[in-house]
């Protein structure tokens, strides 16, 4: 039977899936027709109704179709000369509201600033809807005085949220699709490979681990601004017509910053390209978590069931490891994006270092999850990187007899040579400018760690508290835990070691106990690493000064407990598989006490968070006045930069016989009147492969370094024409791009080949296996 005739034949039994699928298909036509409508372009009248507040001004209110627009509003602020203390403070605000049809209408206050006169935001109203009464609401702020004007406000619509909203509704009702069929075929349905348990535990894992984002906000956490600042500038940038992104161009008002030279935005490039796709911003980001969480179950469902030899005890330690506390702590309450990102690729590192060690003669499949792991991890957070080479060394160390092996010490190469070539692309930029810029960072000596760290108390806490609503936490304050499951698997291990005599009847149980002994005594010293116990500040007092700068380096001690958390994941499931084997009653009860432990703590985490943690929508965000530049990643800028000097964008000079007009993207419209050469201070950060030359005629002009570490311009005598400034990173940036490229298609090149190898083999031993039978 062909697939048409199944189709027809499903669809005369269940006649009801027939009328949803042909409502999702004419609601899909429907979407698609849109597609060819002329984009929408709507001014607002400056007519102002009746003023009810004083500084309030509200305007006649305008129709608007369903999509997605740009706003652009031209307005004018006070200028520096008419307000000695004006820039960077907030003149107006502006809101869109609409009475009738509320909740159809998305879009965040618009800040108006003295430092620019056109700004653009976005605003959406919603799928098959038509508001009638979008209504302007302009709040002068008391600083604005007599010198606030709006001059216009412009809604353009954007043809690409039509395709975004296409793909995004064909998407769900996919999702939707499938989970009828579900439960229309029942138990006609075969089971997955790796049965239905597991894949209860894994769908289950990824929508608990999620559901903090499943909401029209985000919660605070103490670094989510920062990295929603890092997707909206790198999507910037990339519209700009970077990639890779070097340089954030729109960073600080325009001034750009080094902050992807120095922390890798790889993988934040999925939620830049969905915010260029018009997606609101807090939308691409609980996108992203989404992704992660999937990425972080899955990763360490295939490490751990490949540790353990054991599928369902792989998904029961993969599950706990998702949504282990500390892993909860990063996420939620520090909303650290690199660090959780890491989190991802330390099962395949434990993966890799344990393949490695465990056979004779490592095949690809044995040392490649090293490679790829630590690649990851490298451009995810460089810090995590540190710890997790600081434990591959020392696991490096405790088997050295086995290690050293000809066979190993390849495969231990090979792994080293994936991982610099796929991060090469970032790592050479990375050096070389941690080598040649002084950064404010830089300038920042390590402080001692020990202060830092946390109780035994809190480490063996069951249940962590996630209280308190003012956003700013100490060590002391965040649930660092390793959760009542990570007590449990303590347990679990103890009682395993205890009855190590019965581990010796196979050679697999051997195994699988040499290799829960080694992680119990690596764990238990990450664990001691992140506590006040250990003697940070005696080593820094004893060792080189060298030394301690890379021991200190993490800048918390509990960061650690990322070590610890894989680590327990590895003896979860090595320590139920060698339970399984005397007693699978035991091991059973001890997986479920394990996930229940697991739930358990989670629900905890999140009664305390969601009822005492701050929220903040970030929808329209366009402008950087909704991130202060605390907020902004300072850290990477020119050390010595003075930051209230972002609030005034514009060309300044000392001579009376030049005029420039900057017009934003590095030109500049400039005359030299004078006899001399005229130097023309840019608001641009003076960041090394600047260059400067005339937009016609390509003449190469000088450009040095101010005394507040922006770019100078010097201009002839007698010139007159436009400037364009262009950051271009050297060659041996692209070189090692394309030893990126070549390694990452090498192995996409090995894994096809590897594919079509194995299905040989498959069928010519299927072919043989039916010859026997025949014969």
Partial sequence: MNTTARTRAFLRVHPLFGAVFLVEMLFLAALVAGLLRAPAEVSVPLDTLPQTEEGVSVYAPVTLSAGGYRVTVTYKAASPTDNEDAGGHTVAALDFTSAQNPSSVQSDTIALTDTFSTVTARLWVGTAATVDDLTLTVTESPEAGQGFTLQSVTLTEQPVWRVTALVGWLLLFAAADLLLCLLFLGDGLRAPRCGWGV????????????????????????????????????????????????????????????????????????????????????????????????????????????????????????????????????????????????????????????????????????????????????????????????????????????????????????????????????????????????????????????????????????????????????????????????????????????????????????????????????????????????????????????????????????????????????????????ADTVSPRLARGAAIAILVATVLYTGVFYRDYAYNQGTVTMISTETMTAFPYETMGYDYLPAGVDLAMFDQVEVTTDSGDTTAVWQGQGTVLCENRGTEPAALNLPLLAYRYYTAADAETGTPLTLTENEEHCLQLSVPAGYCGTVQVRYTPPIGWHLAELVTLATLLGLIGWGVQDTRRRRREALIEETVQEETVYV
Wanted: hydrophobic residues 55%; charged residues 10%.
């Fill in 199 to 578: 894949a209860l535990l894994l769908v289950g894992g990824i929508v608990l681990a999620s559901l903090p984002y499943f909401a029209d906000f985000l919660y605070t956490g103490h670094d989510l601004r920062f990295h929603c600042y890092r997707i909206w500038a790198a999507a910037q940038a990339m519209a700009d017509g970077q990639f890779p992104v070097r340089l954030f161009t729109e960073g600080f008002n325009g001034y750009g910053a080094a902050t992807p030279q120095y922390y890798c935005d790889l993988f934040l490039y999925i939620p830049a390209l969905l915010y260029n796709a018009f997606l609101p911003l807090q939308s691409c980001y609980q996108i992203y978590v989404l992704l992660v969480n999937t990425a972080t179950m899955l990763v360490a469902y295939y490490s751990f069931a490949r540790i353990g030899g054991h599928k369902l005890y792989g998904a029961v330690a993969a599950f706990a490891y998702t949504l282990c506390a500390y892993r909860l702590t990063n996420l939620l309450l520090r909303a650290s994006v690199g660090e959780y990102t890491a989190m991802i690729f330390l099962p395949l590192v434990a993966l890799g270092a344990w393949a490695i060690a465990r056979h004779d003669r490592p095949a690809p499949r044995d040392w490649l999850p090293l490679g790829l792991g630590m690649a990851g991890i490298v451009q995810s957070h460089l810090l995590t990187t540190e710890l997790a080479a600081l434990f591959l060394a020392l696991f490096w160390v405790c088997n050295l007899q086995v290690m050293l092996r000809p066979a190993r010490l390849k495969a231990a190469v090979k792994a080293v040579a994936v991982a610099l070539g796929l991060t090469a692309w970032y790592l050479v930029p990375c050096l070389n400018a941690l080598r040649n810029e002084t950064i404010m960072i830089s300038d920042v000596h390590p402080s001692p760690i020990q202060s830092t760290g946390v109780y035994l108390i809190q480490l063996l806490g069951l249940f962590g508290y996630a209280g308190g609503s003012s956003g700013e936490r100490t060590a002391g304050e965040m649930p660092l835990t390793i959760g009542l499951a990570g007590c449990i698997v303590l347990m679990l291990v103890l009682w395993c070691c205890l009855q190590r005599a019965r581990w010796r009847g196979t050679k697999e149980n051997t195994r699988r106990w040499l290799g829960l002994r080694g992680g119990f005594a690596l764990c238990l010293l990450a664990m001691w690493l992140s506590t006040t116990c250990f003697p940070w500040d005696w080593l820094a007092s004893k060792l080189p000064q060298k030394l301690v700068d890379i021991l200190l380096k993490p800048q918390f001690s509990w960061r650690y407990l990322a070590i610890a958390a894989v680590l327990l994941g590895v003896m979860t499931v090595l320590a139920l598989a060698l």
